[in-house]
């Protein structure tokens, strides 16, 4: 259990368009889902957290407007890269947690997605 | 989270175990250790975690040393698969703000053949 997937893997954009990548939790509803960045070398660094229903908290820095996170079932949340420049290009990697509803996977663990490479041109 | 310290890289044999350690000082009482792992180009993958026993899964072993101020994680017989960034983070389990991870730099470690 605790299967998380995003997509697409890698997506190559145009600067100035926006990209959407989505998150889901396969075999498990997530009530919090969460959002890193990694750049090149680097660790993973929290860009927001989002309970489904609710908007999402963004971590200090981290444009909200720019940042479009959407997590409007217990499945999906999605993460919309506005207006995208070259600097966005990163690895964007989503966690799930059920939260305390949990039953078959622990409550409060994060389940990791696979990431998604985003290259801006 | 309390902060923690790992060196930034390690090497192994393959087929050999892999000690790696972690130092967390400043560790509270209610906080777990936890360890992540995270392949090239790949999310983060749960390893194994505990709060003040030793803990053994049929990835790793962590041992946590008494006064919980370090701990090491054993991989018993390294694979080559096993290369990766090794991240060990402190938590508390609960909800709330305590949900957040924050990941350090990690260890890397290479295995060689």
């Known amino acids: 259990g605790a299967v998380v997937s995003q997509h697409p893997s890698r997506v190559i954009c145009k600067s100035g368009t926006s990209v959407k990548i989505e998150c889901r939790s396969l075999d498990f509803q997530a009530t919090t889902m969460f959002w890193y960045r990694q750049f090149p070398k680097q660790s993973l660094m929290l860009m927001a957290t989002s309970n489904e229903g609710s908007k999402a908290t963004y971590e200090q820095g981290v444009e909200k407007d720019k940042f479009l996170i959407n997590h409007a079932s217990l499945t999906l949340s999605t993460l919309t890269v506005t207006s995208a420049h070259p600097e966005d290009s990163s690895f964007y990697i989503c966690?799930?947690?059920?939260?305390?509803?949990?039953?078959?996977?622990?409550?409060?663990?994060?389940?990791f997605g696979p990431g998604t490479r985003l290259t801006v041109t | 989270d309390a902060k923690t310290t790992q060196p930034p890289s390690m090497d192994c044999a393959e087929g050999r175990a892999a000690n790696l350690p972690c130092n967390h000082s400043?560790?509270?009482?209610?906080?777990?250790v936890y360890w992540y792992r995270q392949i090239h180009s790949q999310g983060p993958q749960y390893i194994i975690h505990g709060l003040k026993n030793n803990e053994t899964n049929e990835m790793a072993s962590l041992i946590i040393t008494e006064d919980r101020k370090s701990s090491t994680l054993i991989l018993p017989h390294a694979t080559l698969r096993d290369t990766a960034v090794y991240y060990c983070?402190?938590?508390?389990?609960?909800?709330?703000?305590?949900?957040?991870?924050?990941f350090g730099k990690g260890t890397l470690l290479t295995v060689n053949p």
């Open positions: 400043t560790i509270s009482g209610n906080e777990y």
């Open positions: 966690s799930a947690s059920p939260g305390s509803g949990g039953l078959v996977v622990s409550s409060y663990e994060q389940y």
């Open positions: 983070i402190v938590r508390v389990i609960s909800g709330g703000s305590n949900y957040k991870l924050t």
